[in-house]
C-alpha cells in the first residue's frame, strides 16, 4: 500500500492531466482512480491470502488429480508438509486402533491385512499413489484392517479435518472420493458372494457325501434349501455346477449318482 500510495502520487503529479477534460472535478476523478487500484491491491491479496491458507488443500488436489510431469516435486512437498517414512515389516496401525488420520503413498508399498482367528489373510497390496484409512479419517471409527509396510515406505499422513475441508472444498475430490468408495464396496459385495457361494457349495457336497447314496425319491433342492434358508434358484445353480464339474449326475430335478473321489478333491481344493 505504501508503495501504491508514492507511486500513484508520483504519476499523477507528472503524467496526468485531468484538469484539462474535467476541470474542477479533478480532484474526485483522481479520488475515484485511487479507490480502483485501492480495490485492486486488496482483492489480489485476498486471493493471494486465501491461497496460502488453502496451500494444503491445493496440493493435495493436485496429488489425487494432476500426477504428470511434476510428480516427483509434488511427492518432495508432500513428505515435508504431511510426510513420515516406514520401514520394512513396520505396521502403519493395527485392526482395531482408534485413528484419525488417512494416509497416501508416496513411495513403497502397503499391505492390508485382516485377522481370521489365529490367521492373518492380506486383502489387498497397494504401491505408490493410492491412498488408505480413509474411513476413520470421516467417522473416526475404528481401524478395520492391519496396515503394514511391505518395504520401506513413505506416507503423507493426512488428518481428518484436512481430509473433511478437501472433500467439502473440491467437487472433484468428492466425485472422486465417491467413485473410489463405490468401486471397493463393488468389490467387496463381489468377494462376499463369491465367498458365500463357495460355502454353499461347500454344503451340498457334505450333505451328498453324508447321505451317499441318495434316495430317489427324495428331493434334493426342498430339502437344501430347508436345511441352508436359501432359494430354490440358488440350490438349482449349484446342483447344476456340481453337474458339470462331474461331481453330481443331476437330471430331471433327481440326483442319480455321486463321486466322491471328485467331492473331496473340491472340498479340499
Known sequence: MEIAKHFFAWYVANYTRYNVIFGSLETVVILVVWVFYIALILLFCAELMASFMRRDLILLHKAFFTPGKKWLAMDERLFHKF????????????????????????SGRIQLEKTLGATKKVMTDMGPGNYFGEIAALIEAKRTASAKA??????????????????RESDDASLFMLKELSRRIKKSNEALEDTTHSWLRLILMMYFLKNDPFPEQRDPVAELTSLTGKDNSEIADVLEELNHSGVLQYQKGRITGFDKEKAWQMVFK
Open 83 to 106: 510426510g513420515r517414512m516406514y520401514p520394512k515389516n513396520a505396521y502403519v496401525f493395527q485392526e482395531g486402533d482408534a485413528g484419525k488420520e488417512m494416509y497416501y503413498i508416496l
Open 150 to 167: 511391505s518395504e520401506d515406505t513413505e506416507l503423507a499422513v493426512i488428518d481428518g479435518d484436512t481430509f473433511r475441508n478437501l472433500l
